[in-house]
């Protein structure tokens, strides 16, 4: 079984600059997660869905992050004018009914 | 206060040692994962255990949920053990949001 698949794995944009994060679950889970941990951090949550619904997303920065999952598969993470305090490592996990949560490897950002 | 405790925050050990980390929650928790992060890498499930005892190679869990308290035992370490473990509660009330620990820093010396 595949696992949570990411990508890019890495990116590095100049302050002011968009960038998306892709992100495909197992296939299955019903609830994806999308974590911003910086470097040294623990993960801190930005937002969450269950199927295409979002549940929580009173940690995303919502002026210049946004989310999207919209056949409650795949989701993409995106950050517009992007800014140097937003360097950090992103992850995706997933999960099925309140079950194991599994991640994914991570999309590393570099804001320069 | 902080909803979930680990203890310690670091511990240094000799290859071939036991660790013994612990996490302690303030809530009833439906769901119980311990993590493995190392340096610069991604969270890695290593068990999924809300009560009872729980083996995978030489990680066992314990949780005991009246107690509110789980441990992670690691038997026989390496020193490609060292990272961070992390443990991480679903409460029933948190509408399937991981709450986490601080994390326990380990590191395996050779």
């Known amino acids: 079984e595949a696992g949570v698949t990411q990508s890019p794995r890495y990116a590095v944009l100049q302050e002011g600059q968009a960038v998306s994060f892709w992100c495909d679950p197992i296939?299955?889970?019903?609830?994806l997660y999308w974590y911003q941990q910086p470097r040294d951090q623990g993960p801190q949550l930005l937002v969450y869905?269950?199927?295409?619904?979002?549940?929580?997303n009173s940690q995303l920065p919502s002026d210049r992050f946004s989310a999207v999952r919209p056949k409650g598969t795949n989701s993409t993470l995106k950050i517009q004018s992007a800014k140097q305090g937003d360097t950090a490592t992103y992850l995706c996990a997933s999960s099925f009914d309140r079950g194991e949560v599994f991640f994914g490897k991570g999309t590393r950002l570099t804001v320069v | 206060g902080q909803q979930v405790q680990q203890s310690p925050s670091s511990l240094v050990l000799q290859e071939g040692e036991n660790a013994e980390l612990q996490c302690n929650f303030s809530s009833t928790a439906t769901q119980l994962q311990w993590f493995y992060q190392s340096p610069g890498g991604s969270l890695v499930s290593l068990l999924s255990?809300?009560?009872?005892?729980k083996h995978t190679g030489r990680l066992t869990s314990t949780t005991v949920t009246k107690e509110r308290r789980s441990s992670l035992h690691i038997s026989s370490s390496q020193t490609t053990d060292s990272g961070t473990y992390l443990c991480a509660i679903d409460r029933l009330d948190s509408n399937y949001q991981l709450i986490w620990g601080s994390g326990t820093k380990l590191i395996i010396k050779p």
């Open positions: 255990n809300p009560s009872g005892t």
């Open positions: 869905f269950r199927d295409e619904a979002v549940i929580d």
């Open positions: 296939s299955g889970h019903d609830t």
